[in-house]
């Protein structure tokens, strides 16, 4: 990676994350005594953005939480990891966003997001925000905010030559307007099952998908897809070539996060001027890292975590 500071810009969604710990998941209409629970920060959008702040960068967010207590406890947040926050717009009208996270002693989990204030960000907030997403190396995107205004700021990235990363999560239909301005795409297996209409049961079947997702976005040798496969790692696929990255073996406690952790790295590392097959070695490492910690945004890792899983 080059000296100069990567500038990163994120839109995305600020949440708190109340999560509890079981032996399992409960089945319908039935109530389990958990072991444990925490509060934690969290919303894909802040997690990639406290993700590439930890990595080096210097990262702006544009989002928008309530006037409340959680949303105090986002913003004091956002200042503790250097992130600047001035286009977090906080909102009398709507309470900040929340997510209810189950964890099983496998750490697997299951999540219920309840967006409030996320879904009130608009293309107004976005145009504020301008120059931060023209001057930024690299425009992060998911999908816990409205998609009209994911294509927006991504449209003004594009005019602008900002490299736009769009993380299609949660899993929902896109469209094509919205492909059209993507640069990377990097769906997770699931994702990208929905979004490809195939199923991915192995390695074939996975390059299959990702170039039907290709095939939706702009044919430029700088498009591609990364399909994030968890413990497998990940499949690259560009106009040239396809390529497994395999993922580091560690002892899974938790794998909220990981694909944000994955999406920051991945962000700060293509922001440094590092091309994209080191770019996602360097995001699966973090990703990663991520799962050998208990909560999203404390599974954030630093440079110095990633270095060491790597020796």
Do not use: W
């Amino acid at each position: 990676m080059n000296q100069a500071t990567p500038k990163v810009t994120v839109v995305g969604s600020l949440n708190v994350d109340l999560v509890c710990r079981a032996t399992r998941r409960p089945g319908k209409g039935e109530t389990l005594i958990g072991n444990a629970f925490d509060i934690f920060t969290g919303g894909k959008g802040f997690n990639q953005a406290t993700a590439a702040a930890r990595l080096g960068a210097e990262v702006t967010l544009i989002g928008s939480v309530g006037a409340d207590l959680f949303g105090d406890m986002l913003l004091a947040a956002t200042e503790n990891e250097h992130i600047n926050n001035r286009f977090v717009t906080k909102r009398t009208d709507v309470g900040t966003g929340v997510a209810t996270i189950v964890i099983e002693p496998d750490g697997d989990n299951s999540i219920i997001v309840v967006p409030r204030a996320n879904m009130a960000l608009t293309t107004t907030d976005i145009d504020t925000a301008t120059d931060d997403i023209a001057n930024a190396d690299v425009l992060l995107l998911q999908l816990e905010t409205p998609i009209a205004v994911s294509e927006h700021a991504a449209a003004i990235a594009k005019a602008h030559g900002t490299t736009v990363i769009l993380n299609p999560a949660p899993a929902q239909p896109l469209p094509d307007s919205l492909l059209a301005f993507v640069d990377i795409l990097t769906p997770n297996q699931s994702e990208t099952e929905l979004l490809s209409d195939v199923k991915v049961d192995n390695y074939e079947d996975a390059r299959r998908a990702a170039e039907v997702l290709r095939t939706r976005m702009v044919d430029a040798e700088s498009t591609a897809v990364v399909l994030t496969l968890g413990e497998q790692g990940a499949l690259m696929l560009t106009a040239t070539e396809s390529e497994y990255v395999s993922a580091l073996t560690v002892d899974a406690v938790d794998t909220t996060g990981a694909g944000d952790a994955f999406c920051g790295a991945l962000a700060t590392a293509l922001a440094s001027g590092e091309i994209l097959r080191p770019a996602v070695g360097f995001a699966n490492a973090a990703g990663a890292a991520a799962v050998t910690v208990v909560g999203a945004t404390p599974s954030m890792p630093t440079r110095a975590k990633i270095d060491l899983l790597s020796m």
